[in-house]
């Protein structure tokens, strides 16, 4: 009766063993799979957009993403002002959107293109949502 214990204690410890190992074999998949997924649409680039404005014509704006996970972003005011704003920092990307540091909104990541979300991080509705897309240039 011990002999019989015995075994089914060692038996459920390996059991146990190899379900923890499986288990982050897992969890590395499934972060390889999201920088293959990156790789696969091919996220990094430089897009391009006019987007909507309150009180201006439209927001012309120019977005690089590069390997290193640094963005360089600049828009300019069109019909307001001639001046170029500039933000540069670290990209990250979680479940598909795309997060530019510093940046009070972010992209749902899309085929050749991001669409800018709204400051909930909602996709954004109605007449001007297709405005609200930066296409890849290259």
Not at 30 to 38: F, S
Not at 91 to 103: A, D, F, P, R
Not at 113 to 135: P, W
Request: with cysteine; charged share 25%.
């Amino acid at each position: 009766m011990q002999k019989l214990s015995y075994i089914l204690v060692v038996l459920i410890g390996v059991i146990f063993a190899f379900s923890c190992i499986n288990n982050k074999k897992n969890v590395n998949q499934l972060l390889a799979t999201e920088d293959n997924a990156l790789k696969g649409i091919g996220l990094l680039g430089t897009y391009e957009g006019n987007l909507p404005c309150a009180d201006c014509s439209m927001i012309s704006t120019l977005l690089s993403l590069d390997k290193n996970k640094q963005y360089h972003l600049r828009y300019i005011y069109v019909g307001k002002s001639e001046e170029v704003f500039e933000r540069r920092g670290n990209w990250s990307v979680n479940k598909g959107i795309l997060t530019l540091e510093n940046v009070d909104y972010n992209y749902k990541i899309m085929d050749n293109q991001l669409n800018q979300l709204d400051l909930s991080g909602k996709e954004i509705k109605g007449e001007l949502a297709e405005k609200y897309t930066l296409m890849k240039i290259k």
